[in-house]
């Protein structure tokens, strides 16, 4: 089974989105796939309950009030969406469950100044130092001819984490999402060009 975690501190940097599109993906693939939230608003879930019926099915991996149980016998892929604010205490007990960490982030310096003591605090796990954790970074809405996209790398080198891919801002995000879809439920032909940057990513997970 293949158990993901997609975090960062700071609301709003697209874990939701990058959430749902792993969980669409994996889904195509034929995997028995499900999708957790942690999060209070559980926009995962809700995005869920709007997915059409005739795409390939996505099951809710519902959570316990105090820890995270594990994911159910028969699951082949679990992917678990956070909140901001996600506690050190909570981070601990669900590394222990996952084999990848995905970190959406932004890059603007607020964002990046935001995850500088969560990225420390990643690298003094216990699972990531012992790399029983893979951990990898996403920039989300990054547009590559900014300054503020050839900051990322630089900042990332840092802590010692791989940027795996960035991803371009994109309309089609905001209007397939809004109805229980994912740039993967369209056509290939309208989607080439954001598939391709998502790919390094699927290839990343699949590495063992």
Partial sequence: MRKILVVN???GSG????????????AWQDDRV????????HSSHHWLDLRPAELPPIARWDMGKDKV??????????????????SE????HVLQLVDHVIVPVLPSAFDLWACADFFSLLA?????RRETVKVGVVGMRVNSRTQAAQQL???LQRFDLPLITTLRDSQQYNQTISRGMTLFDLPHSKTERDRAE??????WLHLR
Wanted: charged letters at 25%; hydrophobic letters at 40%.
């Fill in 124 to 128: 003094e796990m216990k699972a990531v």
């Fill in 34 to 41: 499900m999708l957790g939230d942690l999060d209070r608003q």
């Fill in 69 to 86: 149980a594990r994911p159910p016998k028969g699951c082949q892929v679990a992917i678990l969406d956070t909140p901001a604010c996600f």
């Fill in 9 to 11: 501190p700071k609301g």
């Fill in 89 to 92: 205490k909570k981070l601990k």
């Fill in 15 to 26: 874990k939701s989105t990058l959430s749902t599109h792993l969980a669409s993906w994996f």
């Fill in 198 to 203: 998502w790919q390094p990513l699927i290839d």
């Fill in 153 to 155: 790398p630089d900042f």
